[in-house]
């Protein structure tokens, strides 16, 4: 069966970090590109972060987290993180991994995760 389970989220104060994990089960992850969304309330979701398939994925990000966040990956670990530094107010919101339908970052998305809550807030 698969599965995209997100961890790693909370309350943080503004300037602090956070490390976000998406880890996969029933599928190879280092097959397929994998993203990390979010959705405040009230507002359009939002892709956060993208990385393509491999040890080296091709890694994109929205201009809103560019320079704060870094998306990785771990295939022994089947598992993709989300670093999040510098934190905004303007960040929270519940974060989503979703597993691309091929190796890139393209936008078409099969498995989604349940999402975890960040919020930052001082």
């Known amino acids: 069966q698969v599965q995209l389970v997100e961890s790693g989220g909370g309350l943080v104060r503004p300037g602090e970090s956070l490390r976000l994990s998406c880890a996969a089960s029933?599928?190879?992850?280092?097959?397929?590109?994998v993203a990390w969304f979010r959705q405040a309330p009230g507002k359009e979701r939002e892709r956060v972060s993208c990385?393509?398939?491999?040890?080296?994925?091709?890694?994109s990000y929205a201009d809103s987290v560019k320079g704060r966040f870094t998306i990785s990956r771990d295939n022994p670990k089947n598992t993709v993180y989300l670093q999040m530094n510098s934190l905004k107010p303007e960040d929270t919101a519940v974060y989503y991994c979703?597993?691309?339908?091929?190796?890139?970052?393209?936008?078409?998305?099969?498995?989604w995760g349940q999402g975890t809550q960040v919020t930052v807030s001082s």
């Open positions: 979703a597993r691309g339908t091929t190796e890139w970052c393209l936008d078409e998305w099969d498995y």
């Open positions: 990385i393509t398939f491999g040890s080296h994925g091709i890694t």
């Open positions: 029933g599928f190879t992850l280092d097959f397929f590109g």
